[in-house]
């Protein structure tokens, strides 16, 4: 691991101005995929400012929905009575990804912010155009499975993996962050993330220090929930594939650079059509690469089951 | 930098290069050796330890993110004279055979005690139902421990009798 400094920020102004004023800084809160990307260089930052503890943890009421704090660890968001009783395709999503362990540490930022699993991003001999800007993607002639069908470009093929996000664009969550000039703004969950274009290296559309306060989860949508995953493993696995249904709303996980909103397959929904009409819809707009082919009926099943269970759930 | 941990209920003051992982501060500075490094990613559960009561693994912690913080090893779970109901468990069952694994098996089956207690979800839990005490539920649970002997059968064997003598 490069060296680097260390302060706990006093509170989340503190944090953003500290971020603006240093230079290769970074937010570290639970440091679950930051800490083990640090240990293989791929993140090297010069200091770290640790968010971890500033009072951003609490789960509230807030007009009808729930403000999750930026610091909330995933272990207590996926446990909240409120989140499984109004919210379960969050709490199934969250209960999906990582292993306990990892779950009690990771917090909702961080989750959000994590970085892809894809195995040319984690092998430093091989090129990376997001480890390196203009190296190259060695993913796109590799061993390439697990790679997007939706959004790709020829300079990055690689996967968002969380589970968590991909319930909380489904549920068409807000996220509330803090500028570098100390003021607060909102935008939904569905903006946050960025496809890869030519600068797959910058992953969200987050101003430089920007720091993330809170997801804010609106009312639930009419209808039933459900999250569907498929894995090479039982448990404790990155996904090739995962659904997640929210009434008429559906998202789709590990099929591209971001979490995925179906919304081809929701409009076909809306007009009557039957699950496999509406996600065959979605499906024509994918581009698979050959190794992932699989990934096309696998997601045309997961998701007609998954809309199948969410309706059942209504009933 | 200094930073002072309590560890297994004695307040531990260290000066610490910040890259230092708990792991390493527990293991390196505290000798305390019982907390193994297996992968050191976050993949095997060897250095899964409790940090106020929550088990994690120590080896993706920084320890100065942990000054003040409250951490038990396994080196705080029994002595050799008294053993800890899950420590004895895991030797009536046998459920080991290296043991390299099997100081995290033991605090991540505390944390997995209290967090099922709780009334936690895992996957295997039906959607707003109250989790159940299931071989199902306690092999996800623990799917964050790996245990290369693949000893399973007789860990999860030892967690349910752990779990009646406790209760």
């Given at each position: 691991m490069r060296p680097f400094t260390y302060e706990r920020a006093k509170d989340a102004q503190a944090a953003v101005k500290a971020a603006v004023e240093t230079p290769g800084s970074r937010f570290i809160a639970g440091g679950t995929n930051l800490l083990d990307l640090m240990k293989l260089e791929i993140e090297a930052p010069q200091h770290l400012i640790d968010v971890g503890r500033l009072p951003m943890s609490a789960i509230e009421d807030a007009d009808g929905g729930l403000r999750i704090g930026a610091a909330a660890t995933n272990s207590q968001v996926a446990a909240d009575p409120r989140v499984r009783a109004r919210y379960p395709v969050l709490s199934e999503a969250i209960v999906a990804g990582g292993s306990p362990q990892l779950r009690n540490k990771a917090s909702v930022a961080g989750n959000l912010l994590q970085r892809t699993r894809c195995a040319y991003f984690y092998d430093t001999s091989k090129p990376c155009n997001k480890r390196q800007p203009g190296a190259g993607c060695a993913a796109l002639e590799g061993l390439n499975r697990n790679a997007a069908i939706f959004g790709a470009s020829h300079a990055c093929i690689a996967t968002h993996t969380s589970d968590m996000a991909v319930a909380l664009v489904a549920l068409e969550a807000r996220v509330e962050t803090l500028t570098p000039s100390g003021e607060a703004r909102a935008f939904p969950l569905l903006e946050l993330h960025r496809l890869p274009g030519e600068t797959p290296h910058v992953e969200t559309h987050l101003i430089p220090g920007e720091l993330i306060t809170a997801v804010v989860l609106p009312p639930p949508p009419k209808g039933g929930q459900a999250y569907r995953k498929v894995r090479d493993r039982a448990s404790y696995a990155g996904g090739l594939a995962s659904v997640a249904v929210a009434g008429g709303n559906l998202a789709l996980g590990m099929v591209a650079h971001k979490p995925w909103r179906a919304v081809e397959a929701e409009a076909a929904l809306a007009t009557g059509a039957s699950p496999a009409e509406a996600i065959a819809n979605e499906l024509e707009g994918a581009s698979p690469?050959?190794?992932?082919?699989?990934k096309i009926p696998l997601v045309a099943r997961l998701a007609t089951a998954a809309i199948g269970e969410a309706r059942e759930r209504t009933a | 930098m200094r930073t002072t941990i309590t560890v297994n209920g004695e307040a531990r003051s260290l000066d610490l290069?910040?890259?230092?992982?708990l792991l390493d501060a527990l293991r390196e500075h505290l000798k305390l050796t019982g907390a193994k490094k297996g992968c050191d990613h976050g993949q095997c559960g060897a250095c899964t330890v409790l940090v106020n009561g929550v088990r994690i693994n120590?080896?993706?912690?920084?320890?100065?993110?942990?000054?003040g913080d409250e951490v038990v090893s396994i080196e705080g779970v029994g002595t050799v004279e008294k053993l800890h109901p899950v420590q004895q468990a895991f030797l009536t069952h046998d459920a080991f055979q290296c043991g390299y694994c099997t100081p995290g098996q033991i605090c991540s089956t505390l944390g997995m005690l209290q967090e099922l207690e709780a009334g936690w979800p895992s996957q295997e839990t039906p959607p707003g139902s109250k989790p159940a005490f299931t071989d199902a539920e306690i092999r996800e649970r623990m799917s964050g421990n790996i245990c290369r002997c693949s000893a399973y059968p007789q860990i999860v064997a030892a967690i349910k009798q752990a779990a009646e003598t406790l209760a």
């Open positions: 690469l050959g190794r992932n082919d699989f | 290069d910040p890259r230092t992982t120590s080896c993706l912690s920084l320890a100065v993110a942990h000054d």
